[in-house]
């Protein structure tokens, strides 16, 4: 017989069926048990006898019976499924499944982040767990879908790179043959180079980290949601750009996703009209009226600053997103382009969320000779950016772009309390799936 999905059934009630998936739950009332049964469309409630009373919870079965109406007073309204179950009258164990290590029932997943991550091929099973991945789904393919209606081309880049992108010693080192090369802190360099290929370009790329911190907000490793475009008139073409992006996430989500914004009792962020922008000094100035903490001199926004700007766009724009401008030229990548009114401070930005930096972004510098001055200037050596150079040796136009964070705009959208409750997999400086610090003990 061929296999019907649990979300199938509603359409064929009187009907013989069968069904395969895992065991989400079961329940006994007397002689007569019940099973959840999960797969990839919903759940659906069995019912039988004493062969049911005999699986264990992730049990993989294929079951055989027939649907019908559930009696009134049983009818669960929070299930697609709810009004009917399916009498099973064959039971076949596919796969049998050990003993849970804690208990997967329940609307939560009551665990420490570590067990959440030591048993992740598990925790992922669980639906609040599973809907956390259907909203970020969600976020990449509005993306994708967004920028190729603007005339974006996705393209895909190495994340193995022979110089460093961005400076600084937060890099990793691997060895490449008998050669020494890097892991990628972002794909910005290709995409500036396919720009002069494709004019408008976007991808997907794992960016690397090597920061010997363990906070909320930061990984190892991240997703990186990035664009780039040429032919532009200044950097707030590329502002415009990022918030056609994000309302059009935002959209998507609010149509695809209302079930997981539910299990999370989550809403999306509150916008105005158009999301307010402010200078990085005109922001620090407003913080140390607001707070009297004085961090006017200095060359980014502190985390606490980012939390209450966020706070006072809030107030003021009803807008829980804003656009931090004009961040000092020393403190931004070589490539980004100096503001020709005043160079010490630069065309870029930041979109900052809920407290925490979503997007950033800029106008990049276009000239040859420049970028070639400012890789002195950074420390660098021009031969070591020898492919990206020569991109702009034979013409480039003016342009820029923008990266978002996969995993922090999920965690943002879902109020998630650790960013690696969003990542399937995560990566920081204890953990490559296993916990380090258990290797090194055993």
Avoid at 41 to 60: A, C, M, P, Y
Wanted: aromatic share 10%; proline share 5%.
């Amino acid at each position: 017989m061929e296999r019907t999905l649990a979300a199938e059934t509603i359409k064929k009630i009187g009907k013989k069926v069968r069904l395969c998936g895992w065991v989400n739950a079961r329940r006994a009332h007397g002689k007569l048990v019940f099973v959840d049964l999960r797969d990839r469309s919903g759940i659906i409630q069995l019912v039988g006898e004493k062969k049911l009373g005999k699986l264990r919870i992730s049990d993989v079965i294929d079951v055989q019976g027939k649907v019908r109406k559930r009696p009134a007073n049983l009818v669960n309204p929070k299930l697609l499924t709810g009004k009917i179950e399916a009498e099973v009258k064959k039971l076949k164990i596919l796969s049998a499944a050990q003993d849970l290590p804690f208990d997967t029932g329940g609307e939560d997943l009551k665990v420490s982040l570590p067990t959440l991550f030591d048993y992740r091929a598990l925790s992922l099973r669980h639906p609040k767990v599973r809907a956390i991945f259907k909203v970020q789904e969600t976020i990449i393919t509005a993306f994708r879908e967004i920028l190729k209606k603007e005339g974006f081309t996705e393209i895909q880049v190495p994340t193995i790179v022979p110089s460093v992108t961005e400076g600084g010693a937060q890099v990793f080192k691997i060895k490449y043959f008998d050669k020494e090369a890097f892991l990628a802190q972002s794909p910005q360099l290709y995409k500036q180079i396919m720009v002069g290929v494709f004019e408008r370009v976007f991808t997907l790329a794992h960016a690397y980290r090597a920061e010997p911190s363990i906070t909320t907000r930061h990984m190892t490793e991240y997703l990186g949601l990035d664009a780039e475009m040429g032919f532009i008139d200044s950097f707030e073409e590329i502002i415009e750009m990022v918030e056609k992006v994000v309302r059009f996430i935002f959209q998507k989500i609010a149509e695809e996703r209302k079930e997981e914004l539910k299990l999370f009792k989550a809403t999306l962020p509150k916008l105005s009209q158009k999301i307010p922008r402010l200078k990085m000094r005109e922001a620090q100035e407003i913080i140390y009226r607001r707070t009297g903490r004085d961090n006017r001199k200095e060359s980014d926004l502190e985390p606490e600053d980012e939390r209450e700007i966020c706070r006072w766009a809030l107030e003021k724009y009803g807008s829980e997103l804003i656009f931090i401008t004009h961040y000092p030229t020393k403190k931004r990548p070589f490539y980004t382009y100096p503001d020709p009114k005043d160079p010490e401070y630069t065309c870029s930005f930041d979109l900052l969320g809920r407290g925490v930096e979503w997007v950033t972004g800029g106008q990049r510098i276009n000239d040859y000779q420049t970028l070639v001055d400012h890789i002195k200037k950074w420390g660098n050596k021009p031969e070591d950016f020898e492919l990206y150079l020569q991109a702009f040796k034979y013409g480039m136009p003016p342009e820029g772009g923008f990266c978002l964070g996969a995993e922090r705009m999920t965690m943002q959208v879902l109020g998630l309390e650790n960013i690696r409750e969003a990542s399937l997999f995560p990566r920081d400086m204890e953990r490559i799936d296993v916990r380090l610090a258990k290797i090194k003990k055993s």
